[in-house]
């Protein structure tokens, strides 16, 4: 009978020990994220009330593209685009976006891809 008690006894100690290193490793993970989430809170905010209604509610995942330098290439590909480009710089990059949107949405057809390419925000 002491002998039944001391094993459970031993038992019950190595499945607590087990569960506190499991309680460990799961608050290490619950820090991690929560830095992580803090990290992205300034992105996060920078969204746009469309891409972040699509990014919470929908099962679909979001590729975004920022093109850094819509002027310089609005400049090699048009002369004209280079030398008003200074003048009317929101559409320059307006019509940068959408010819690239129609570019990613042919070579991703041409890869047997179905895209639905959008373009969000912008001013």
């Given at each position: 009978m002491l002998?039944?008690a001391i094993i459970l006894?031993?038992i019950?100690?190595?499945?607590?020990?087990?569960?506190?290193?499991r309680?460990?490793?799961a608050?290490?993970?619950?820090?991690?994220l929560?830095?992580?989430?803090?990290?992205?809170a300034?992105l996060h905010?920078?969204?746009g009330p469309q891409?972040?209604?699509e990014?919470?509610?929908?099962?679909?995942?979001v590729?975004?593209?920022?093109?850094?330098?819509?002027?310089?290439?609005?400049?090699k590909?048009?002369?004209?685009?280079?030398?008003?480009?200074?003048?009317a710089?929101?559409?320059?990059?307006?019509?940068?976006?959408?010819?690239?949107?129609?570019?990613?949405e042919?070579?991703?057809?041409?890869?047997?891809?179905?895209?639905?390419?959008?373009?969000?925000g912008?001013?």
């Amino acid at each position: 009978m002491l002998l039944t008690a001391i094993i459970l006894l031993a038992i019950n100690l190595l499945l607590l020990c087990w569960l506190a290193i499991r309680q460990m490793h799961a608050q290490r993970a619950l820090r991690t994220l929560r830095m992580d989430t803090q990290e992205l809170a300034p992105l996060h905010a920078e969204l746009g009330p469309q891409l972040r209604k699509e990014l919470t509610e929908a099962r679909n995942r979001v590729l975004s593209v920022e093109i850094l330098n819509p002027l310089e290439v609005a400049a090699k590909e048009s002369w004209v685009a280079g030398q008003f480009g200074a003048l009317a710089p929101a559409l320059i990059r307006r019509e940068v976006y959408r010819q690239a949107r129609d570019i990613l949405e042919t070579q991703l057809r041409e890869y047997g891809i179905e895209p639905r390419v959008r373009l969000l925000g912008g001013r």
